[in-house]
């Protein structure tokens, strides 16, 4: 039994020091400005009228606070989506049956997609108030960054190294402590880059999710992305560049002060077994280290959320079941196919259904050759963007240092909505007479392709060490090293971001086939301008069969190349 501390000793442990006099003052801050954004969600719905967005720059830093308290709470409701979803789908060998498929679906509905169908369910659970469209925003933006973060913790989950499996199990680890202990361990290199990266994703979706128009309802919040969505109609180019100002304040905020602590401090989570040469920093991280009372305060937390994990709780024991039951698990496997397909084709039925109710087959028929326009426009795009950031991702990875400096600017670049850039596009095509069915097509890039780069950033940075000094020792060089050592060692990685990268491009087609600039409006045939077409016209029924097209196709995607490729992963190119 350990012996208590004399007071004298627990006196100067509780005193505080000017470190935490410093740290105190940031967690207060912290804990007013989310208390002042919660209370202004509590307004009647009649303030967002009798205050409409203005462009004067002074209102930026409210604008931007109101923005980033949804973005931070979209990201807590993404973590625990994740922790749930990818550990059902990872572990559970039928639940995954059902669960992959569905998160390859729910990655390809656009978020205008969720947006028409969710606005009225939020605003009528809060009636009259600001919070039922807080709401909706926060669940669009969380559409932007959830599916990412799911699949980085799948893919981490069916890659941990037999030995430490084996180790889980020589040690009888519950599932609850082995969930702790070990998995979400394991996944946190990943799911801290793949979080950055969702994170600042979500800034793409902002303008949408904050000037919210479907059918005759709108509603726009105060906040950065109805800011630009109103300079932009306005065609107000110093509104923009003030907002893009504003944003880059913020990323380089949230980046000292909330991400830069979370990467040094799941360094040490890395799987390898000799030590790193360079280890991520935080000035963050080292003031809450130097502090007194918040550190005892600290070690007193995190001793009572380690006593939680020892919990044993108990799992229901279906091989008892079957036992009595005498059914073999064929036969389980059997029915629960056949019920997925009898849910399945229920569901094909209603939207089938609904569709035809007004609706032909020459309406599918254009819907499902403008979804091959989209699909060729992904394809080409993804793989310039492979060829471009592998490399990049790589080189940053491998250089802690360098990567802490980059970190800021690349979040700044994934962050950049692409809608800022809409009209310098346009105006440059109709000044040079391009043609928008080619020259629209990047701007479906600009805003996923960063998924791919922060994914072999992540991959790169958890190389296990003795690996890279194995290679040094046998003189692996060049062409050799890239075939036989970092791309086989940052594969899976790159999946998944290659994987959220195309479902991302897909999404983004909706906004980026259809670029305006005041009254200048170019469009390119596509998916994604069909879907936002049929939604600026209140036609759900179009909607409804844009989204199930494009499901369609990033679902065939998804099966018949990206899943054979994470079975290769999974099954070759794990460490251990």
């Known amino acids: 039994m350990t012996n208590p501390a004399p007071p004298s000793a627990l006196g100067r442990a509780l005193a505080p020091n000017l470190f935490d006099l410093a740290a105190l003052a940031l967690v207060v801050g912290a804990l007013v400005t989310v208390v002042y954004g919660v209370n202004q969600t509590n307004v009647p719905l009649t303030v967002l009228d009798a205050t409409p967005i203005s462009l004067d720059p002074s209102h930026l830093p409210e604008y931007a606070l109101r923005t980033v308290l949804r973005m931070l709470a979209a990201m807590v409701a993404s973590l625990v989506f994740t922790f749930v979803y990818a550990t059902l789908a990872a572990k559970s060998r039928r639940a995954e049956m059902v669960l992959v498929p569905i998160l390859d679906i729910l990655q390809s509905v656009p978020i205008l997609g969720f947006l028409t169908f969710t606005v009225v369910f939020f605003m009528n659970l809060f009636p009259g108030r600001v919070l039922g469209a807080e709401l909706a925003s926060v669940f669009a933006i969380f559409t932007s960054q959830a599916w990412n973060m799911a699949f980085s913790m799948y893919q981490s989950l069916r890659s941990v190294p037999k030995d430490l499996d084996e180790a889980s199990q020589s040690f009888h680890l519950s599932w609850w402590r082995r969930f702790w202990r070990l998995d979400v361990p394991f996944a946190m290199p990943g799911l801290v880059w793949n979080a950055m990266m969702s994170m600042s994703g979500g800034w793409f979706f902002v303008v949408a999710s904050e000037a919210i128009t479907v059918g005759d309802t709108t509603v726009t919040l ?162 310039l963007a492979s060829l471009v950031w592998v490399p990049i991702g790589v080189w940053i990875g491998l250089r802690p240092s360098i990567a802490e400096k980059i970190q800021p600017l690349a979040q700044f670049l994934a962050a950049f909505p692409a809608n800022i850039l809409f009209p310098a596009a346009v105006v440059l095509i109709i000044h040079f007479k391009l043609n928008p069915e080619i020259w629209l097509s990047p701007l479906m890039i600009l805003g996923t392709q960063w998924y791919i780069l922060f994914n072999v950033i992540a991959g790169a940075s958890a190389f296990p060490s003795d690996l890279k000094e194995a290679a040094g020792s046998f003189h692996l060089t060049g062409w050799k090293w890239w075939r036989y050592v970092i791309l086989p060692g940052i594969f899976p990685y790159y999946i998944t971001g290659a994987i959220t990268a195309s479902g991302g491009s897909w999404n983004a087609s909706i906004v980026a086939e259809v670029a305006s600039w005041g009254d200048e409006k170019l469009t390119a045939t596509g998916l994604g301008s069909y879907i936002a077409a049929a939604t600026d016209a209140g036609d759900f029924h179009r909607v409804v069969l844009g989204i199930v097209v494009m499901s369609a196709f990033v679902t065939l995607f998804n099966r018949l190349l990206w899943r054979p490729l994470y079975a290769f992963a999974e099954s070759r190119l794990r460490l251990g």
Not at 359 to 368: E, P
Request: hydrophobic share 55%.
């Open 222 to 383: 105060p906040g950065v992305g109805a800011y630009v969505a109103t300079a932009i109609k306005e065609q107000n180019l110093p509104a923009v560049g003030y907002a893009v100002l504003s944003m880059l304040a913020v990323i380089i905020m949230y980046d000292q002060l909330l991400f830069r602590p979370i990467v040094a401090w799941a360094d040490k989570f890395r799987f390898e077994q000799t030590a790193s040469a360079e280890a991520p920093t935080s000035w963050l991280l080292d003031l809450f280290r130097q502090t007194r009372f918040l550190r005892t305060f600290g070690a007193a937390v995190a001793d009572a959320v380690e006593a939680t994990t020892r919990f044993r709780l108990p799992l229901p024991d279906f091989s008892k079941l079957k036992f009595r039951l005498n059914v073999s698990s064929k036969t389980i496997d059997a029915v629960w196919i056949a019920i997925i397909f009898i849910g399945a084709a229920w569901v094909g039925w209603r939207v089938v259904d609904y569709v035809f109710s007004t609706l032909s087959w020459s309406d599918v028929g254009t819907a499902v050759v403008d979804g091959f326009y989209t699909l060729i426009r992904v394809v080409v795009l993804i793989a």
